[in-house]
């Protein structure tokens, strides 16, 4: 990559609640909930952000509240320390370039010490490319595999504490 990426946070807004999508309307990016006009309904804990290229956007992601959201999974984090990865999606003219990897790890920095857990959205190759580690729900393939950022280990048991951002 010639020139890096910034990070910039869309939403949430001071008021929350169900928004309106808080990116432009792009043929870059082919998630309907990314759109202009889109409703989404969001809690005030989620976050969107757009990692811009020289100004142009080349990545957006969902920060969501990981509340609950390792319960069912054999992982061991402090609930004060989960960052969730709800969504991630890069731009169609700059994928397989470095981008997605880059905009991960300016995520990781801008939550120093805090465990980044990722649902994949069917790229496991990526997540694992990252070198984060797989964890199977309980429950087999009713739930989504988990991909959590490496300094986090597996214990004995699963807790079912709720995680709030």
Same mark, same amino acid.
């Given at each position: 990559?010639? %020139? *890096?990426?910034? #990070? /910039? =946070?869309? !939403?949430? +807004?001071? *008021?929350?609640? $169900?928004?309106?999508?808080p990116f432009e309307a792009s043929e870059d990016f082919t998630q309907e909930c990314w759109q202009a006009s889109e409703v989404i309904a969001a809690s005030p804990a989620d976050c969107f952000f757009s990692f811009l290229l020289e100004?142009? &956007?080349?990545?957006?992601?969902?920060? &969501?509240d990981p509340a609950g959201s390792l319960d069912g999974y054999d992982v061991a984090a402090d609930p004060e320390d989960v960052v969730l990865i709800d969504f991630m999606e890069v731009a169609a003219g700059y994928r397989r370039q470095g981008y997605g990897s =880059? $905009?991960?790890e300016l995520l990781k920095n801008r939550f120093p010490g805090r465990t980044i857990v990722a #649902?994949? @959205?069917?790229? /496991? @190759?990526? !997540? +694992?490319?990252?070198? !984060? %580690?797989?964890? /199977?729900? #309980?429950?087999?393939? &009713?739930?989504? $595999?988990?991909?959590v950022s490496p300094r986090v280990t597996r214990v004995g048991s699963i807790t079912g504490e709720t995680l709030p951002l």
């Amino acid at each position: 990559m010639k %020139q *890096d990426l910034q #990070i /910039e =946070r869309v !939403w949430p +807004t001071s *008021d929350g609640g $169900a928004v309106l999508s808080p990116f432009e309307a792009s043929e870059d990016f082919t998630q309907e909930c990314w759109q202009a006009s889109e409703v989404i309904a969001a809690s005030p804990a989620d976050c969107f952000f757009s990692f811009l290229l020289e100004g142009h &956007e080349v990545v957006r992601m969902l920060i &969501e509240d990981p509340a609950g959201s390792l319960d069912g999974y054999d992982v061991a984090a402090d609930p004060e320390d989960v960052v969730l990865i709800d969504f991630m999606e890069v731009a169609a003219g700059y994928r397989r370039q470095g981008y997605g990897s =880059r $905009a991960v790890e300016l995520l990781k920095n801008r939550f120093p010490g805090r465990t980044i857990v990722a #649902i994949p @959205g069917g790229d /496991e @190759g990526f !997540w +694992t490319s990252l070198g !984060w %580690q797989r964890y /199977e729900h #309980i429950q087999g393939g &009713e739930k989504p $595999a988990l991909f959590v950022s490496p300094r986090v280990t597996r214990v004995g048991s699963i807790t079912g504490e709720t995680l709030p951002l």
